[in-house]
């Protein structure tokens, strides 16, 4: 069983910057492929970026390529969503997953967390 839970969610200013911490108990964490998604106010939830069990590998959602950085320290099981220049149309509840893959897809994941929001003003 693995419990993950959110941070770093605020309301910043487009072309801001913010970090998003995802912290998880539990054991065999460096098991694990994480991901984040995020959703939109009346939309569903879609994928931002995975990464998987070492780290070695990344994904991104063309949306945030060139802004958005995940990364992972194992030793402190936490994983990271660095955001830069923001957009308006990045205002959402971001989650973070943990999963067996590092896919693309909500069901490709087991654990959730409780997500955080994050608000950018134009």
């Known amino acids: 069983q693995v419990q993950l839970v959110e941070s770093g969610g605020g309301l910043v200013q487009a072309g801001g910057s913010l970090r998003l911490s995802c912290v998880a108990s539990g054991r065999f964490f460096n098991s694990y492929a994480m991901a984040w998604f995020r959703r939109a106010p009346g939309k569903e939830r879609r994928f931002v970026a995975a990464?998987?069990?070492?780290?070695?590998?990344?994904d991104y959602a063309d949306s945030v390529k060139g802004r958005f950085t995940i990364s992972r320290d194992n030793a402190k099981n936490t994983m990271y969503l660095q955001m830069n220049s923001l957009k308006p149309e990045d205002t959402a509840v971001y989650y973070c997953?943990?999963?067996?893959?590092?896919?693309?897809?909500?069901?490709?994941?087991?654990?959730w967390g409780q997500g955080t929001q994050v608000t950018v003003s134009s």
């Open positions: 997953a943990a999963g067996g893959v590092a896919g693309t897809d909500p069901e490709d994941y087991d654990y």
């Open positions: 990464i998987n069990w070492s780290g070695g590998s990344t």
